[in-house]
């Protein structure tokens, strides 16, 4: 079972620094203690061509980082990257003992529709039309006509968020929002609001995972990958059965739980992309029974302080999301809160989280489930 024992992290937002420099920036101090016990460099990134002009971008962060002679390679799975990347270590650590995962995205230097179109690459080139904004703005109609959830309770989302992103010196946005400053933010995808979706960032997250065996002569707090779970949906969203649910989503998380022998955890970070999305993933990840999401945002549930706290880094939704860095970032958050070390959004009594990273719209994803013990 590998495990978890160093975790670096930058600051997201709308950085000046390059895709190098802050890959840098979020492993410096893991390849300063660590560097010639690394066996692998796994670097968790979709647009370095597309944003950055960059190719092979695996082998510029080692050079950058002096470690030339260890084998690398890059992980793109969309905004699944990050977790696809862990996935990929906890497969591979039996082989290469110490692996540095790198995960790194910087956005800012396209403008928003140019962004938008290239994500929306991943969707088949007939649907590619319907942005994933779109997407989760038709995701919200049809969930609350169908289960009559409220509007209010969809916008809580990102009430939540921001208040738990405001605690997090790392988020993108560390600002409050009341419900009505959601509800009167200008509009992306009727009904869903500028609030209540990820703002463009720029950042890297970095994870160094070894055997568990040798876990404690790094520190003498590892957090142990104890499950992990991949599912798969067709990409064309227009075929799925409905669109107020993610099978993908409800599979890996299944997975998860059967390899980790766990029933309940105590917290989970959820890719948020859109308001609308945690609410769904929440009940699919068996938080909530399906329909019930939303009446557990309004009931606080879902609060740093609730029963079953969710994205108490802020989520994608305030902690921002630069793409290959996302799904690497919510393990550092994981492992931050595992060992006590979130500060002011600490969650109580945390043992035990789980982190999804989902590429697309539910095309992928992949469910880690983490905790103090083997």
Known sequence: MPAVVAAGLTKFGKRKEGVLELAAEASLDIVSKFAHEIDLVIVSNSYSGEFNGTSGLNNLVTTYLSMDNVPSFRVDNTSGSGGT???????MVRRFKRILIIGVEKMSERNTRQVTKVISSLLPEGERAASLPSLAALMAKLYMKKYEASRESIAQVAVKNHFNGALNPFAHIQKRVSLEEVLSSPVIAEPLRLYEYTPISDGAASLLIVDDQEAESFTDKPVYIKGVGMSSDTSYVTERQELTAIPS?????????REAKVDRVDFAELHDMATILEIVQSEEIGFFKRGEGWRGVMEGITELGGEKPINPSGGLNSKGHPIGASGVAQVVEAFLQIRGEAGQRQVKGARTGLTLSM????????VLILGDEP
């Open 249 to 257: 989503v409800r599979e890996a998380t299944a997975i998860a739980k």
């Open 85 to 91: 990347a862990i996935a990929v270590a906890n497969f």
């Open 359 to 366: 590429a697309g719209f539910g095309n992928c994803s992949t």
